[in-house]
């Protein structure tokens, strides 16, 4: 039995990653701030007695006795990380710093959650973990991407200078149960609008693609890449290959939910990518053939039976 720490536990991703963990015999300490997890998410989780909640903002030091941490905690969503852009730097930066120093001091090994916006408005297309990116270091979207490179700098440096144990995966656009209604992202977006029969909110003209990745393929690709083998420490990317117009997923989510919801256009947020879409040739070869199973179309419809259950007030609700 392993005791790992996850940071962001109570996030979209990191609930999943706990509930996994746990079924595998671990024993896991899930740290958050909830601003934006939530206790809902690991409701569930709260009887195990292999399971520890702590409150805890990661910019601020932790110390427990742990042998491995996932590092997700950070807003993931636009809204949310623009929302106070200071503190989504500090969370990553400081939060690498704290939890990098943590798993020195117990000799723990630790893997963090990168994201594709390191390659920012990619001009090399698809795009390989080789590619150093195109980001504008002082746009809307800089306090995400430009916290996440520099995360991932320091975990390079904590490796090479201090010989921590490290392992950085870059993740491409994730979806799936437990998403907030709330968060923003364009496909819980599109989901709850047409449940609830309100207009679908296409940013510009709907022409820029994403690579959508179900959240268990993540899950999985995560865990063996910290259990992959020694001296690979990546970074390397997790994301499904398949690549969609924001129009295209628009039709596709009115089509299965047969919603009358009508398509608007809206403002293109600045720095929008164009494109992007992950080559995945290095997961597979180091990752034991990892690749994501779960096509869009079978991603979503749990998606929208989750939104559905929760929408109707069926779903477990915890007020914090
Ligand atoms: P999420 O917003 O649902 O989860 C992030 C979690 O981190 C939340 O529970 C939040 O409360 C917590 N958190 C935020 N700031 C914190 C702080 N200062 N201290 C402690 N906890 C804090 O997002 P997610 O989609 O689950 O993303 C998880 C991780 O994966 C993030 O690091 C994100 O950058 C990365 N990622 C996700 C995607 C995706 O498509 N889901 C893509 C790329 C990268
Ligand atoms: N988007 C959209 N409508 C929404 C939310 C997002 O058209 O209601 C677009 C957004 O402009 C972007 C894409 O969908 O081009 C993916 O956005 P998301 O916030 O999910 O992720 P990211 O931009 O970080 O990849």
Redesign the pocket.
């Known amino acids: 039995m392993k005791k790992i720490l996850i940071t962001g536990g109570a996030g979209f991703v990191g609930s999943h990653l706990c509930k996994r963990l746990l079924e595998e015999g671990n024993e896991v300490i899930c740290l958050d701030n909830y601003f934006t997890g939530s206790k809902t998410n690991i409701v569930e989780l709260l009887d195990n007695p292999y399971f520890e909640m702590v409150r805890h903002d990661i910019t601020h030091p932790y110390f427990a006795e742990v042998d491995e941490i996932y590092n997700l905690a950070c807003p ?4 949310h990380y623009q929302y106070n852009p200071i503190k989504t730097i500090k969370t990553s930066v400081m939060g690498a710093i704290n939890t990098l120093g943590l798993a020195k001091r117990v000799k723990a090994k630790i893997l963090q959650a990168s994201t ?2 390191v390659y920012g408005d990619p001009a090399v297309h698809p795009q390989p973990e080789s590619y150093w990116g195109n980001v504008n270091p002082i746009g809307t ?1 800089s306090c995400y991407d430009e916290g996440k490179r520099c995360a991932e700098t320091l975990f390079m440096d904590y490796h090479l200078q201090n010989k921590v144990d490290i392992k950085i995966i870059r993740i491409f ?1 994730t979806y799936g149960p437990n998403m907030n209604p709330d968060d ?4 819980s ?2 989901i709850v ?1 047409a449940l609830k029969g309100e207009d ?5 003209d ?1 022409t ?1 693609t ?1 690579s959508f990745q179900y959240v268990d393929d993540l899950v999985e690709g995560t865990i063996r890449m910290m259990n992959s083998r020694d001296g690979f420490i990546g970074p390397v990317n997790l994301g499904n290959p398949g690549e969609f117009t ?1 129009m295209e ?2 039709f596709k989510i009115i089509e299965m939910t047969g919603t009358r919801s009508k398509i608007i256009h ?1 403002k ?2 600045t720095d ?2 164009t494109q ?1 879409k992950p080559v995945i040739d290095l997961a597979k070869k180091e990752l034991n053939g990892w690749e994501p199973k779960v096509a869009l179309e079978e991603g979503l419809v749990k998606t929208i039976d989750y939104f559905e259950e929760l929408l109707s007030g069926e779903a477990v609700s915890v007020k914090l």
């Open positions: 993931a969503s636009p809204v594709s916006e979207r656009n923003g992202r364009v496909v977006n599109f609008q679908i909110t296409i940013f510009g709907g820029q994403r924001m997923l628009a809206k293109l947020p929008d990518p992007r």
